[in-house]
């Protein structure tokens, strides 16, 4: 008789397993994408720890998933022969949110306080737990490779689940086993035509060969056949089916808003396939995200935590394969190879080089991509040297003369007025009071276009931008502000701001009132409707920098 644990779910798990099981969500059919995909996972994995221990694969090398469906029993099974789990691993893995997509997901949630976070489980896809949208009791069954025992999860995803060590003549021989107990409204997934559909259309491209089974005993029906999408060319593929292999690769449920496809050859023998997302990921700003582009070597997975690229495209999601790494390469190994620093290398230039086609070719595709990503784009300019011209060119901006995010550097530079020697900007938090500031109205009076800049990124990479062609960048709270040689827009002539008696007297009174508060008061052809403004030394902080240090330095 085998003792049977009883563990409760941690509280994030039970609150999201009720969102699960009371989910109004309509396409259920997400969970199947989710349950096949942490398979291919676990074949992946385990291909790439028999690199160094063979014996892990014993008779049985070629990874498979197999699906069985069974109306009788009103069940739907998926089996695979991957790596399979420890009951450590099972504890660790469907007891708790281990990853921080699904964590961003459930403070998503919290923070839609008004909704019941159903739709977002569409975008977003939530994992394993996904499962207990169609069944009222999950039973997985696993076995570790290599190991001499099996284990049983069980759960009615209401709050609780059992651990208990499995029978091994009831377990898989090696790897994983889950069987969804199906809920009445979800029977459909007993139908093989509906499972094989839904397969066909989410899970084709899956590295991994996917059996159908009709009800136990039934001959296996190959409904995926493995064949990695990467290694096709480009001109056999459909926007469809990169559009799905995304969706598999990325966990994401949108469209890809860019797809780069390429083989490159020569020095170094790789493939890429990236994508650039519709939306934002959730854990675009998770500090602990990892980086969501696998690395493959001939089509054996080897880990999703190489930096294949540069920290400011980590919404960038997809994968590279290569035949120039040894496959026994070392995970510790891959940061340091040269090949490596190659291959990020090239693949930042493709695909920056993407986004800058787009820009050229489809200015609403781009004001979309930017409008998402541009925050995280522009941390490039100042943590990637030798691109830094190439992603400020790439920039756009809202200014004093557009409200969308579309004008360009080059756009600012066309328009700057005869005698204007710099690119201003004004940096803070809101759009709004930006637009209100005083401090652009002596700009304002004379023509003379301002960035408005509200990304906290902003206030760091003006900092660290070289010139434009040619004009320096300056904060128009920062300093004299330079305006006497641009004419007003009503034909006015430049002039030294005025220094009547009044004003020199209002000065003295100005500075000895205020003391030590300042550190000079001076007449300022800045302002055109207000009394006074407050500005910033000319060396040293700009004012929203200032505040933004204050405010992380404590
Ligand atoms: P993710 O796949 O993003 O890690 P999931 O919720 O889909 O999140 O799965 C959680 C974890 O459960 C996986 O990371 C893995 O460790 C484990 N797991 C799930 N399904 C399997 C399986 N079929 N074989 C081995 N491990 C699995
Ligand atoms: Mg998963």
């Given at each position: ?168 003549a009831q377990a898989p021989a090696r790897g994983t086993r889950i069987t969804l107990h199906l809920m009445d409204d979800a029977k459909s997934y007993t139908s093989k035509w509906s499972v094989q559909k839904i397969v066909k259309d989410q899970s084709g491209h899956v590295p991994v060969p996917i059996d159908l089974i009709e009800k136990p005993g ?102 590279v394969d290569t035949s120039d790494l040894p496959l026994n390469v070392s995970r510790e190994m891959i940061q340091e190879s040269p090949i490596l620093a190659a291959i990020r290398k090239g693949l930042t230039n493709r695909v920056l080089t993407a986004i800058e086609k787009l820009a050229d070719s489809d200015k609403d595709a781009f004001a979309k ?186």
């Amino acid at each position: 008789e085998k003792p049977v644990e009883n563990h409760v779910f941690e509280a994030d798990v039970a609150r999201l397993l009720h969102l699960m099981v009371h989910s109004v969500y309509s396409d259920k059919d997400v969970f199947l994408r989710e349950l096949i995909s942490n398979a291919a996972d676990a074949c992946e994995k385990l291909r790439y720890e028999a690199i160094s221990a063979p014996e892990l694969l014993s008779d049985d090398p070629a990874p498979r998933i197999t699906l069985t469906v069974d109306a009788d029993s009103n069940t739907l099974v998926l089996e695979d022969n991957g790596i399979g789990m420890s009951r450590d691993d099972m504890v660790e893995a469907l007891g708790t949110i281990a990853r921080s997509g699904t964590r961003a997901f459930m403070e998503r949630v919290e923070a839609a306080k008004a909704g019941d976070g159903t739709q977002l489980i569409g975008q977003f896809g939530v994992g394993f737990y996904s499962a207990f949208m169609v069944a009222d009791k999950v039973d997985v069954i696993s076995r570790r490779a290599g190991s001499g025992h099996a284990w049983l999860w069980s759960s009615d995803g209401k709050g609780s689940y059992t651990v208990s060590e499995a029978d091994l003549a009831q377990a898989p021989a090696r790897g994983t086993r889950i069987t969804l107990h199906l809920m009445d409204d979800a029977k459909s997934y007993t139908s093989k035509w509906s499972v094989q559909k839904i397969v066909k259309d989410q899970s084709g491209h899956v590295p991994v060969p996917i059996d159908l089974i009709e009800k136990p005993g039934a001959e296996a029906e190959r409904i995926g056949d493995g064949t990695a999408l990467w290694t096709k060319s480009r001109s056999d593929i459909t926007k469809e089916e990169y559009a799905d292999f995304y969706r598999g690769v990325s966990g994401q449920y949108d469209e890809p808003a860019l797809t780069v496809h390429f083989r490159a050859e020569g020095r170094h023998e790789y493939t890429g396939l990236a994508f650039v997302p519709e939306s934002k990921p959730l854990d675009m700003f998770d500090p602990s995200a990892k980086g969501r582009m696998k690395l493959y070597v001939k089509r054996v997975f080897i880990t999703d935590d190489a930096e294949l690229l540069p920290r400011y495209l980590r919404f960038v999601r997809g994968l590279v394969d290569t035949s120039d790494l040894p496959l026994n390469v070392s995970r510790e190994m891959i940061q340091e190879s040269p090949i490596l620093a190659a291959i990020r290398k090239g693949l930042t230039n493709r695909v920056l080089t993407a986004i800058e086609k787009l820009a050229d070719s489809d200015k609403d595709a781009f004001a979309k991509l930017w409008e998402a990503f541009g925050a995280v784009l522009k941390e490039g300019i100042y943590d990637d040297f030798e691109r830094r011209s190439q992603l400020i060119a790439l920039s756009r901006f809202r200014t004093t003369t557009s409200d969308e995010a579309t004008r360009s550097l080059a756009d600012y530079v066309k328009d700057m007025k005869d005698a204007q020697a710099a690119i201003y900007y004004l940096t803070g938090d809101n759009l709004d009071r930006l637009k209100a500031s005083p401090q652009l109205e002596g700009f304002r009076a004379r023509g003379i276009e301002v960035l408005l800049l509200t990304d906290s990124v902003d206030s760091f990479w003006v900092t660290a931008a070289p010139d434009f062609e040619g004009k320096p960048f300056k904060s128009i709270t920062q300093g004299a502000a330079d305006l006497t040689q641009v004419p007003k827009a009503d034909g006015e002539a430049p002039a030294a701001p005025e220094t009547t008696e009044a004003v020199t007297d209002f000065i003295a009174f100005a500075k000895t009132t205020l003391g030590d508060a300042v550190s000079d008061v001076r007449a300022s052809d800045r302002l055109t409707e207000s009394a006074v403004c407050l500005v910033a030394p000319e060396q040293g902080y700009d004012r929203q920098l200032e505040k933004l240090l204050q405010g992380s330095g404590r």
